[in-house]
């Protein structure tokens, strides 16, 4: 007996998480691609927008519209800040709500809105499957919130080396590089190809970025006391990709041998979490188009810091990947399902 399959809709379809996410769900075997919310791009065919996706020629964008979004088994929400909460409150609340964006993934209504503007609209389950024991919880939720990119890459890099005691929590330090597609579709002078082809540029210094409370977050939850972090996100001249060098001063006689064997430990049997070999330090070419974290760590005596690198591809592990593993694990599939760990190189 074959069943039928599972509807899946994307508000924010026509973005560029929104057409990952599109990307991916037609190559899932449970799910049939449902409506296809935007904004001002609706009546456009998908194509026009998302040229690859070839197997949706004949669809097109509908409005944003609650009443077509009803009948869905899962409604993924690709919107920009402050846009997800009025939607999801129209949704059946036993329908399975995955917001990619960023509005329900903080405790701290007061630092949403220090750090996004407006008021904050709830706080649901953070779906980052592999931290700690978090997938029975994700697998009950019906809202979840989906992590943040360079989050992503950066907490799973930390969180096994702090909950060991390997690091202090209170000097954490992040510098991570992301591909343009982190900042939208939108059009802006900041992203103009001229301004970021060919330079390496940093932006939102000195504890300015959004992520910083959610790093600060996921981490102090680790660690089990205050994390404190210092970001500075820089924006490289690449389409996709985030490499993140996250520091943290080493507790005494910690040695690369026991953090190595600590992230081991952490991620051993996790499909898509890989501490790479000894010697070798994560790319972002490795990860593109695959749902993967690549992780390798350091001891380095000389500054008495543990050096952690990770590399994600910001619309898959960063976004739409993540989002269809939450996915799976709440519907109850494989939670493999639809997703690869084999990224696309050179
Ligand atoms: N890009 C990335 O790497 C990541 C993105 N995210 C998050 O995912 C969300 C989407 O990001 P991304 O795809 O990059 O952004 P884009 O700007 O590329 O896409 C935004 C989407 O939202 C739609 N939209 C905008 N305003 C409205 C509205 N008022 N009502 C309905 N639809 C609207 C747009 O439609 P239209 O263009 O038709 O107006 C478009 O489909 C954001 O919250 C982002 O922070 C999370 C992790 C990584
Ligand atoms: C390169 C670039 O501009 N990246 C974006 C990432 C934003 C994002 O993806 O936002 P959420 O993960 O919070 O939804 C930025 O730094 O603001």
């Not at 904004?39 to 927008?49: D, F």
Request: hydrophobic fraction near 45%; charge should be negative; charged fraction near 15%.
């Amino acid at each position: 007996m074959t069943s039928s399959p599972l509807v899946a809709a994307v508000v924010g379809a026509s973005g560029y998480a929104g057409g990952e996410l599109l990307r991916l769900l037609l190559a899932h075997p449970s799910f049939e691609v449902g409506p296809l919310a935007a904004g001002s791009s609706a009546g456009k065919r998908v194509t026009e927008l998302h040229p690859h996706l070839t197997a949706l020629a004949d669809r097109t964008f509908i409005g944003t519209d609650v009443d077509a979004l009803i009948e869905a088994d899962v409604v993924f929400l690709a919107l920009p800040h402050g846009e997800s909460g009025a939607i999801a409150a129209a949704l059946p609340a036993g329908t399975l709500v995955v917001d990619l964006g960023a509005d329900h993934r903080l405790a701290d209504a007061e630092a949403w809105s220090r750090y996004y503007g407006g008021n904050h609209a709830g706080t649901w389950t953070y779906g980052m499957p592999e931290l700690g024991d978090q997938r029975a919880e994700i697998a009950t939720a019906r809202r979840i919130a989906n992590p943040g990119c360079y989050p992503t890459g950066v907490i799973l890099g930390l969180a096994p080396l702090l909950a060991a005691g390997l690091v202090e929590p209170d000097d954490v330090v992040v510098v991570a590089a992301s591909g343009t597609t982190g900042a939208g579709r939108k059009p802006s002078d900041a992203l103009l190809a001229s301004t970021v082809m060919g330079q390496l540029s940093a932006y939102k210094v000195g504890g300015t970025h959004q992520h910083t409370p959610e790093i600060e977050q996921a981490l102090t939850g680790a660690a089990g006391e205050r994390v404190t972090v210092s970001f500075t996100p820089l924006l490289a001249p690449m389409p996709r990709g985030i490499l993140a060098t996250t520091t943290a001063r080493l507790a005494d006689g910690v040695t690369t041998e026991v953090l190595h064997e600590a992230l081991h430990a952490a991620y051993a049997g996790e499909p898509f979490v890989t501490v790479l070999p000894s010697g070798s330090w994560p790319q972002t070419g490795a990860t593109l188009g695959a749902n993967s974290v690549h992780l390798q760590v350091a001891a380095d005596r000389h500054s008495g810091r543990a050096v952690v690198v990770s590399a994600i591809d910001n619309l898959t592990k960063g976004a739409a990947g993540q989002a269809l593993q939450n996915a799976n694990i709440a519907l109850g599939l494989p939670e493999t399902a639809g997703l690869t760990a084999i990224g696309v190189a050179p």
